[in-house]
């Protein structure tokens, strides 16, 4: 007996069968993200939030995925890659989740998707839009953009960050984190960078509150008047107010709890205050063997503008670029941050002692070429990719003294890094 079979017939059912294992990928796809056309996918899926972009941008991939397996049925042969569809853009060393780059149209250069996701304390935020919080040309161009490039240091800039003369003391500060954006979306954040240099930044939420305690000293400012003044003889030189960067920094991981204990800082403000350096405890907090550590800081770029209300000083904006190199046993973690603060003295204080500030810390990528963050920085083109914006309260503290007449009279000190008490 003769069995006529129809060979067609059978290869196609097994092609059938992978075509129908498929289909619920794209039933299951949130409708609002299903189109032919992928510019309409990112269209429809860019008025969402950031958590609703994330949902359309793997919708997108999954339908990408299936297309491609369909395309292959339809040539007579289901391949392996077609079905596994490796991904093939380079992924961020240390981001979560992965953010795909979008190929242009018309080929170039791989570029980083427009996805904005943030996070926010609603009300401030409204307050800080309707009530132009920010006074400062500085403040303006850089604390409310969401967009921003590295600061970069002036020819002939100071070699040191001075601050207004009313920040001058020892102040307890309160700080609440208000917002978090990241312009290119979670991807393109190195979140284990940031952990490595600000320990427990990444688990703050909103409305989260630190506290911890500030000193800003005098010195005599290294500025070409000064050296004039001194070489010359024309005068006494003048002090300027700088940051204890050895007593802040130290106050700062404190209130973060970090996972070693900080066991010494390097710094040398006369000699070279464009770096420092943090020493490590080889034990973590939990009695586990952690090996050396320690975080070289190069600070590179600074500005500020200082704004005068009935002419004295009452506000202050200022910006400064750093570099964090993280070294471990094996491991080299670099992270570029800035700075931004705009400070306002409360002129209703007669004393000066109430300032509120707005600071923010711009996180950027490593412009490493033999690295993938490297990739993802000339993506973005050197922009940040993340923005931490807090509110901060600060309240200078006082010092009691005793007059000669017995009566109690309360100044502003504080103790400079060699130990000497300073008071207005």
Not at 63 to 73: E, F, H
Not at 129 to 149: P, V, W
Not at 376 to 403: C, H, N, P, S
Request: charge should be neutral.
């Amino acid at each position: 007996m003769t069995v006529k079979r129809d060979v067609g017939t059978s290869l196609l059912l097994p092609v059938l069968v992978h075509v129908l294992v498929l289909v619920p990928v794209l039933v299951v796809t949130p409708c609002h993200c299903l189109s032919i056309d992928s510019r309409s996918i990112r269209s429809r899926c860019s008025n969402g939030d950031g958590r609703h972009q994330n949902r359309c941008e793997g919708s997108a991939t999954s339908r990408r995925q299936a297309l491609r397996v369909v395309s292959s049925i339809t040539g007579g042969v289901l391949t392996s890659s077609a079905v596994a569809n490796p991904l093939q853009h380079p992924q961020p060393a240390n981001a979560e989740p992965p953010n795909l780059p979008t190929p242009p149209m018309g080929g170039g250069p791989m570029m980083p998707p427009k996805v904005l996701y943030a996070e926010a304390d609603e009300e401030w935020q409204r307050r800080q839009q309707g009530e132009q919080q920010i006074k400062t040309d500085l403040g303006s161009r850089r604390l409310t953009a969401t967009q921003l490039n590295p600061l970069q240091q002036p020819p002939f800039g100071s070699q040191e960050l001075y601050n207004a003369p009313f920040l001058f003391g020892s102040w307890e500060v309160e700080t609440t984190l208000k917002r978090k954006l990241f312009p290119f979306g979670k991807g393109y954040v190195p979140f284990r960078s940031i952990n490595e240099v600000y320990p427990g930044c990444i688990s703050e939420s909103i409305g989260d509150t630190s506290r911890y305690e500030l000193h800003y000293f005098t010195t005599l400012a290294n500025t070409a008047a000064n050296q004039l003044t001194v070489n010359l003889g024309l005068g006494v030189p003048k002090t300027k107010v700088i940051t204890d960067r050895s007593f802040n920094v130290e106050s700062l991981t404190g209130a973060y709890e970090p996972l070693a204990r900080l066991e010494n800082i390097e710094w040398n403000y006369r000699d070279d205050p464009t770096r420092y350096t943090l020493f490590y405890s080889s034990i973590a907090n939990d009695m586990r063997p952690m090996g050396k550590k320690r975080q070289e800081v190069y600070l590179s770029a600074r500005t500020s503008e200082t704004v005068e209300v009935d002419g004295i000083p009452a506000i202050f904006a200022s910006s400064e670029r750093s570099r964090h190199v993280a070294l471990g046993q094996g491991t080299v973690s670099t992270l570029d941050v800035e700075s931004i603060t705009e400070y306002h003295k409360d002129v209703s204080d007669a004393n000066g002692d109430i300032v509120s500030a707005t600071q923010r810390l711009a996180i950027y990528l490593s412009p490493n070429p033999n690295s993938r963050e490297g990739v993802l920085w000339q993506q973005v083109g050197g922009k940040a990719v993340a923005f931490y914006d807090y509110e901060m309260k600060m309240k200078r503290i006082k010092e009691a003294f005793t007059l000669t007449d017995g009566s109690t009279a309360y100044r502003a000190c504080v103790r400079t890094p060699n130990d000497i008490i300073q008071c207005e």
